[in-house]
C-alpha cells in the first residue's frame, strides 16, 4: 500500500509529487544493513577483512550487495567484531543493537523461506 503525498501535505512543490512506501522491519533492516556495508567499504582495510571473511570478491559484492544473505553476511561480519560494530553504528546515528537486530530480522526470514535472493519485502 503506498500512501501519495500531495496537495495539503506540506511536500507538494508544484513540481513532483513523493511517493511513500510503509516501512516494514525486513525493509528498514535491508537498508539499515547496507548503509553498514557502505560504512565498511570506506576503509580499505575493513573491505579487505570483510572480502577475505565472507569469501566474496569485488565483483561478487557489487552483484549480490542488496541480496539479503549477503546483508545478513555484512551484519554477522560486524557482530564478530565490537569494535566494528560500535564504531559502524556510531557513524550510522544507530545503536549496535540495532545492527544485530537488523541481521536477526533478514536471517530469521531467509530461514522461513520468506525471501528471496534480494527481496525486501
Not at 507538494?12 to 557502505?38: F, H
Not at 565472507?54 to 561480519?77: E, K, Y
Amino acid at each position: 500500500m503506498r500512501r501519495l503525498l500531495g496537495q495539503g501535505s506540506g511536500l507538494d512543490n508544484g513540481l513532483m509529487t513523493i511517493l511513500l512506501t510503509p516501512s516494514s522491519p525486513v525493509r528498514d533492516s535491508a537498508a539499515l544493513l547496507l548503509d553498514a556495508l557502505v560504512w565498511i567499504l570506506s576503509d580499505g582495510d575493513r573491505a579487505r577483512r570483510l572480502l577475505a571473511l565472507t569469501g566474496l570478491g569485488p565483483d561478487d559484492l557489487r552483484l549480490r550487495a542488496g541480496d539479503s544473505a549477503t546483508l545478513v553476511a555484512i551484519g554477522r561480519f560486524l557482530g564478530d567484531y565490537e569494535r566494528d560494530l560500535v564504531a559502524c553504528a556510531a557513524a550510522l546515528d544507530s545503536a549496535p543493537s540495532a545492527l544485530i537486530m537488523a541481521t536477526q530480522t533478514l536471517a530469521g526470514e531467509l530461514a522461513a523461506g520468506e525471501l528471496g535472493s534480494g527481496e525486501f519485502e
